[in-house]
């Protein structure tokens, strides 16, 4: 199972970025994909997850109408459209899978939103 995420960057408040997650090594489409984030000094925080099929997602309250999540399984990939960003979404962006019950976890991708 690997996972890479792509995307991340410097961008000021209230702009936008949109990260990738591409899976290899398993049956992707088959999988539920979370986006989860560390920021310095706290405990990690999933703030986005998107069934198998895409039919359903759910999202952390702090992010709820700014962050979408979708995913494409033609091409085995899980997209975090983020808009709004405010300072406090900086933080290191991790892609997950829970692949027969253990964790998988991209390497991260930073996000740093500052002027």
């Known amino acids: 199972v690997q996972l890479v995420e792509t995307g991340g960057g410097l961008v000021q408040p209230g702009g936008s970025l949109r990260l990738s997650c591409a899976g290899s090594?398993?049956?992707?489409?088959?999988?539920?994909v979370s986006w989860y984030r560390r920021a310095p000094g706290k405990e990690r925080e999933r703030v986005a997850s998107?069934?198998?099929?895409?039919?359903?997602?759910n999202y952390a309250d702090s992010v709820k109408g700014r962050f979408t999540i979708s995913r494409d399984n033609a091409k085995n990939a899980v997209i975090l459209q983020m808009n709004m960003l405010k300072p406090e979404d900086t933080a290191v962006y991790y892609c997950?899978?829970?692949?027969?019950?253990?964790?998988?976890w991209g390497q991260g991708t930073q996000v740093t939103v500052s002027s």
């Open positions: 997950n899978v829970v692949y027969f019950s253990k964790n998988y």
């Open positions: 090594g398993f049956t992707f489409s088959s999988y539920r």
């Open positions: 998107i069934m198998s099929t895409g039919s359903s997602t």
